[in-house]
C-alpha cells in the first residue's frame, strides 16, 4: 500500500501495519514495506501430548500428537488460560524470537517420523497468525503421510481457510460465546467464526467445537440454546465440548464453571439432538462417546481415549457411521 504499509490477509482484522510496526497479533511486521513472521521457526512451547488433550475425540484416539505453539494472539480475552504465551507483546519481537531455539519444518517432521507420532497440532496459541510457518510444516508432512490439525479461535480469513483446507486433517475451533459485543470484546466477530465452522465442517475436515463455559459470561439457557441451535442446523454429529473455566488472567475473581452448569449446557444441547457432547475440565462420566443405540464407541478416561465400538468407521452394535476419523 501507500508509504510501505502492508495490508496482512491471514486473518479477519486485515491489519494496515505501518513501516516497525506489528499487527494486533504481535508476530507479523511491517520492515521496509515487507510483511514478516518473527516467530517462524521459533516455538515458544512444543510437547507430545494425547490427542484427547486438544481435545479432539473423534480422530484417532488413544494417539500422541505432536504439539506446536509460538507467542501472541490475534484476541486479547480476559479469560485466557494461554495468556503467559498468547498475551506476550515483546518489545523487540526479533529479539525475543531469536531467544527460542530454532525448530524448522524439517526438524519437526523429522522428529515426528523418527518417534512414529501419526499427527502434528498447531496449539496453545492461534496458529492462524504464524500461518507461514504452520503452513511449510503441514506441505513437508503432507508428503511423509503426517496428519495436521488447527487448534484456533477460528477468526482466519477466507484466503487462509482456502489454503489449510487442501492440508489439514481436523480442526476444533472454539466457539466462545453467541453475543456479537461479547465477540467484539475479546477482539473477534460472530458471523465470521460461524462461518468458518460451517466450511471446515462442509468440506470434510473433522470438526470440534469446544466452548469455554464462564459464569456470568456465556452460561445462561438463551445463549446456549443458540449455539447449540447453530451445531446443530450444521450437523448434529459436530462434538461439542463444553470446557469448565477456572480463574485466571484478568478473571481470577470469577469462579469456577460448577459440574451443574455444564450438565444444564448438556442438557440444552441434547434439546437440539447433538450426538457428542462431552464435558471437560471436570471429571465427569459425559467424557465417552455413546452410539445412538446405546453401544459404547469410544471409552474416555482422562486423556485416555479407547475404541471399544467402531470398525471400519461404523458402531459394532447397529452399524451407523461414526463421525469423525478412527483406524
Ligand atoms: S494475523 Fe490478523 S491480527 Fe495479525 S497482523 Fe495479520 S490481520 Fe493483523
Redesign the pocket.
Known sequence: MPNQVVQ?T??N???R?SPDKT???GV?LNKNGVLYLAVHSRPSAVHVDPIEKKPLYHFYPNSQIFSIGTIGC?FKCDFCQNWSLSMERPGDIEDRCQQEDELTPQQVIDFCLRKKIPSIAFTYNEP??WIEYNLDICKLAHQNNIKTVYKTNGFMSPEVRSELVKYISAINIDLKCFNEASYIKMGGRLKEICDNIKFFFDNNITTEVTTLIIPGLNDSPEELTQIAQFLSSISTQIPWHLSAFHPDYKMKNVSRTSLTTLERAREIGKQFKLQNIYLGNVSSQFTSTICDCGQELVNRSGYHGMVTGIRSGKCVSCGKGVYGQFD
Open positions: 496482512c491471514a486473518c482484522h486485515y491489519c501495519i499487527g494486533t497479533c507479523r490475534n492462524t497468525i
